[in-house]
């Protein structure tokens, strides 16, 4: 099960940190993936820490702006938003991938973390 915490709202150019909290298994082996969806679109990428390698992957309009990481012995991770603009308002969500190097597609993610709002006001 994972449990996603830390969004919120806050103005534009502000920061949040997302946690994303295993409970029950660990993130071995697996890549660990955030996704956002807002209103009326689809559920898009945003970052990867893949399971093979700890390499990480973002999304164009994150890169620079958005880091993620994973702290394997409290099964956790984060993503650190930085320089938030409206067009990140979304809900958040952590997703484990079946892929440890990482696919970025939402259909091969075997476990998803309840989402968490983020809500950036210009």
């Known amino acids: 099960q994972l449990q996603a915490s830390g969004g919120g709202l806050v103005q534009a150019g502000g920061s949040l940190r997302l946690s994303c909290a295993a409970s029950?298994?660990?993130?071995?082996?697996?890549?660990t993936e955030w996704f956002r969806q807002a209103p009326g679109k689809e559920r898009e990428f945003v970052a990867s820490f893949t399971g093979s390698s700890g390499s990480t992957y973002y999304t164009g309009s994150a890169k620079g702006r958005f880091t993620i990481s994973r702290d394997n012995a409290k099964n956790t991770v984060y993503l650190q938003m930085n320089n938030l603009k409206a067009e990140d308002t979304a809900v958040y969500y952590c997703?484990?991938?079946?892929?440890?190097?990482?696919?970025?597609?939402?259909?091969?993610?075997?476990?998803w973390g309840k989402g968490t709002q983020v809500t950036v006001s210009s």
């Open positions: 997703a484990a991938d079946s892929y440890s190097s990482g696919s970025r597609n939402p259909k091969d993610m075997v476990y």
């Open positions: 029950g298994r660990t993130f071995t082996g697996y890549a």
